[in-house]
C-alpha cells in the first residue's frame, strides 16, 4: 500500500482503524531498530515504539502533507528517541557513571542482544558521538537510509549530513583504532 493510500484511510474516521492497523504493521519494525540503535534497550526501544505509534495516531489529524507519511513517521521516531535521551541525561546527571556507560553495561546484558568483541566496540565508539552525530551514523550505517531521505526526515541539508556521517564515521574509526580493531570501511 503507498503512503498516499495508506493516508486515505488513516484521513477518514470509518477507515481510521484499519489505517492505523496497517500503518502499525508496515512501519513497526522499522521504526523499533531506528528507536533501538539510538536507545539500546530493548525494553525502551519497544516502550518508545509504542508511545510513537500513539502520537502519530492522536496527531494524523495534522498531518500535512509535505512530506511523505513514512518521513513524518520516522522524524516523530527520532525526535521523541531524542526527547527521551536528553530526558534520561537530565535524570543521571548527578549519578558517578555517564550515561552512556550505564547504556553501553545494560546493551552488554541485554537479552536480545548477542555481540561479538568487535560489535560490542563499535556499539561503545558509537556512544562517544554526541546524540545528532550518532543519529545521523545509525540512519547511515544500519539502516542505509539514502542522504536524500535523511535530510527530509532530519530537515537539514544533504551536505551537512554528508558531513556528520563522515566526521562521526572518522571518530568511530579511530576509537576503533585506539582499541587496536581493524580498520572499518564505512559506507559513503
Not at 71 to 86: D, E, G, K, P, V
Not at 129 to 151: A, C, G, I, S
Not at 154 to 176: N, V
Amino acid at each position: 500500500m503507498t503512503d498516499t493510500e495508506l493516508f486515505e484511510l488513516l484521513k477518514e474516521k470509518s477507515t481510521r482503524e484499519k489505517g492505523f492497523s496497517v500503518l502499525v504493521h508496515d512501519f513497526k519494525e522499522r521504526v523499533y531498530w531506528q528507536i533501538r540503535h539510538m536507545v539500546l534497550s530493548h525494553e525502551d526501544a519497544d516502550d518508545l515504539v509504542q508511545e510513537v505509534f500513539v502520537k502519530v495516531f492522536q496527531n494524523i489529524d495534522n498531518f500535512k502533507g509535505d512530506s511523505s507519511l513514512s518521513t513524518w513517521i520516522y522524524r516523530i521516531a527520532l525526535n521523541h528517541a531524542l526527547n527521551f535521551l536528553s530526558s534520561k541525561r537530565q535524570r543521571h546527571r548527578f549519578r558517578f557513571t555517564s550515561i552512556e556507560d550505564s547504556m553501553f553495561e545494560s546493551l552488554k546484558s541485554d537479552n536480545y542482544f548477542e555481540p561479538d568483541e568487535i560489535e560490542l566496540k563499535l556499539q561503545k565508539a558509537i556512544l562517544l558521538l554526541p546524540d545528532k552525530q550518532r543519529l545521523v551514523f545509525n540512519l547511515r550505517y544500519y539502516d542505509e537510509m539514502p542522504f536524500k531521505e535523511m535530510e527530509q526526515v532530519l530537515e537539514t541539508s544533504e551536505s551537512a549530513l554528508k558531513s556528520t556521517y563522515h566526521f562521526a564515521a572518522k571518530k568511530i574509526q579511530e576509537q576503533l583504532l585506539k582499541e587496536e580493531i581493524v580498520k572499518f570501511n564505512f559506507p559513503d
